[in-house]
Every structure is written in C-alpha cells, then in structure tokens.
C-alpha cells in the first residue's frame, strides 16, 4: 500500500468560472493558472505522483511548455492515472478538501465524485470531496484564492489472469 498527499493553490483573477473536479462552476472571478486551474484535481494528481515517488504534476506538465496552456485538468489527471497504472498501482480511495469562501460546492459534489471515480477508475464510494472555509482568516478568508488538499491511498494492482 501507497499514501501519497498533495495541495495546490491558485489566486483568484479575471473570469466569470472556476473549475472544480471538472465541474465549470459560475464565480465572480476566474484563477490566474496555466492549465484550467482546477485545483482539486491538481492537488490530486499530485497525491497521486507522490503515492509512487514520481515527483509532482509541474514536472510532468511544466507550465513552461506552451502545449499544456489551458489543458482541461481532467484529460491531465488521466495521464497521471496512466503513470500510476503503469507502475503497477491501483486507487483505493481518495479524499480531497477545498479551502475557499466560495463558490458553494454542494450543489455540485456529486458531479465532482463521479468525475474523479470515473478518472481514477473506483466507484463513487471511493471518492470523498469537502469543503471548509477558513473563518474569514488567511488569503482564502479574504477571497483572494482557492487551495485543495488531496490524500490518496493505492495498493497493488490485481494480477491479469493469465
């Protein structure tokens, strides 16, 4: 068995959205990122690379190359998922908190956890995705950003029949 965690953050900026687990949700402003900035699932794909020693998501998709400028978030955690299979790992479960004020994320933690259960290859019972706000205190209290945390675990994966 593997624990791998990860955190990620972003500055709130220009844009009427931000990307949560996949989800396009409506915001006041959009984040300063250079992929789509879906945090949720950056601090996942590096719990991910963690879990497996293979370093973090800004190696694997460096913000200095020009080909992943606005790269959906989702297509990059598939890739991670392909590193991970790879190496001979599975998911087993997956918990994943976003810090923010806002946007509220009950009207769409659903939709969150089967974009990562579907992305990971689990069931939805597999994924758990919360949300805290800070009280006010810190650059979330003051709405200048988002950050989520991530925790995974993974064991080996099933031996293919022969």
């Not at 699932?41 to 998501?57: E, F, P, Q, Y």
């Not at 004020?101 to 990971?120: F, K």
């Not at 009280?135 to 995974?152: D, H, M, P």
Request: aromatic residues 4%; glycine residues 12%; proline residues 6%.
């Amino acid at each position: 068995m593997r624990i791998g965690s990860g955190f990620d953050v972003h500055a709130f900026g220009p844009g009427d959205h931000v990307m949560l687990g996949g989800v396009r949700m409506p915001h006041a402003q959009g984040v300063v990122a250079h992929s789509d900035g879906d945090v949720v699932l950056h601090a996942l794909a590096d719990a991910l690379l963690g879990a497996v020693g293979a370093g973090d998501i800004g190696q694997l998709f460096p913000d200095s190359d020009p080909a992943w400028r606005g790269a959906a978030s989702r297509m990059l955690l598939r890739r991670v998922m392909q590193e991970i299979t790879g190496r001979g790992y599975r998911v087993v479960n997956c918990d994943v908190t976003v810090l923010a004020q806002a946007p509220r994320l009950a009207p769409h933690r659903d939709t969150m956890r089967a974009n990562i259960a579907a992305d990971l290859g689990v069931r939805i019972e597999d994924v758990s995705v919360k949300a805290t706000t800070t009280e006010r205190l810190g650059f979330v209290g003051r709405a200048e950003g988002i950050a989520a945390q991530a925790v995974v675990l993974l064991a080996p994966a099933e031996p293919t029949p022969a």
